[in-house]
Nanobody, 115 residues
Framework: QVQLVESGGGLVQAGGSLRLSCAAS????????MGWYRQAPGKERELVAT???????NYADSVKGRFTISSDNAKNTVDLQMSSLKPEDTAVYYC?????????WGQGTQVTVSS
């Protein structure tokens, strides 16, 4: 069974940076989309950034210009570089890998931004 393992979360001051990484436990083929989502306390899970097999990217308006998503399909990894972090970025961040007939999610990594 495929597992996605996130790393890189933690506590950072406002204005700081963090890099999240996600790796699959086994090789995944025919990936259509890789991405990062987040869920803050009391809120629904929301899209942060996605990258498709075509390399097209999509970002939430709230993170445009501050976050950058990158992936390596051969290695089945997807990273999220986060800069100029704000307290409202505090959430559990989840990675996702989806393709034809599958949709995998990681267990999440906590990001806390202090003011």
């Amino acid at each position: 069974q495929v597992q996605l393992v996130e790393s890189g979360g933690g506590l950072v001051q406002a204005g700081g940076s963090l890099r999240l990484s996600c790796a699959a436990s086994t090789r995944i083929f025919n990936i259509n989309l890789m991405g990062w989502y987040r869920q803050a306390p009391g809120k629904e899970r929301e899209l942060v950034a996605t990258i498709r097999s075509s390399s097209s990217t999509n970002y939430a308006d709230s993170v445009k210009g501050r976050f950058t998503i990158s992936s390596d399909n051969a290695k089945n990894t997807v990273d999220l570089q986060m800069s100029s972090l704000k307290p409202e970025d505090t959430a559990v961040y989840y990675c996702r890998v989806a393709g034809w007939g599958y949709d995998y999610w990681g267990q999440g990594t906590q990001v806390t931004v202090s003011s």
